[in-house]
């Protein structure tokens, strides 16, 4: 039997991992670590700037390349597609590395559980036992950064995607909304009347952004700080809240 804990690791800060964390990655007989094609070296380089910073000893890496999705229409079914190839590849990395069985180890952006795949994924393996370490989300450090609450005074939220957002508009019965994996700019399907936005890139990290105010003043300085961000580290993460203002 292999058991493969996923565990959260914030926006790759070591100083986010809980110690609950620390010890899984310490306790795990491999490590699983994933090559994108075409990522830049210093969004790669987090995950071994992590494991540095919190190995007591050393703990076998073993790397495994990430299928790019097909970009066809069916959304949905270009993800599932896409989701049991990962599977495949998870599935002949730890066979390979741990045929005697063992523990092994997969360090998930934020928590595996909000916005994330990797639970489904593992979900397709047969023979496997799936544990969770919970890690500090994108969301809770935007929050944090600008000193504000999640929702309203007694206000509703919902956690979308840019994607969904671009499409349908404002979620009905939300006073608040938080936007994850937007490609960039999907607040600009909406009216920016009376909407203030929180935004962060890198949040948490030191190349960390932040912009917030009115969403019609500050919205083309955010395109245009994002922009500049992704060309200078070729890669961007960023999350932003909005909130209608009363009145």
Sequence with gaps: MIELTLIGIGM?????LTRAAVAAINGADLILIPRKAGERGDLADLRH??????LTAPVPVAK???????ARPDYLGAVDDWHDDIAAR???????HLPQGGRAALLVWGDPSLYDSTLRIAGRLNDLRVTVVPGITSLQLLTAAHGVPLNGLGGAVTITTGRR???????EGADSVAVMLDA???FSALDPAGIR???????GMAQERLIAGDLATVGPRILAQRAALRAEHGWIMDIYLMRRQAG
């Design 12 to 16: 790759g800060n070591p100083d986010h």
């Design 49 to 54: 700037q992590v494991l540095n910073a919190v």
């Design 64 to 70: 495994f390349d990430m299928p790019e999705r097909d």
């Design 90 to 96: 998870w599935d002949a990395a730890l066979r390979s």
């Design 165 to 171: 957002l671009r499409d349908h508009g404002w979620p």
């Design 184 to 186: 960039g700019g999907a």
């Design 197 to 203: 936005i929180w935004w962060g890139a890198y949040v």
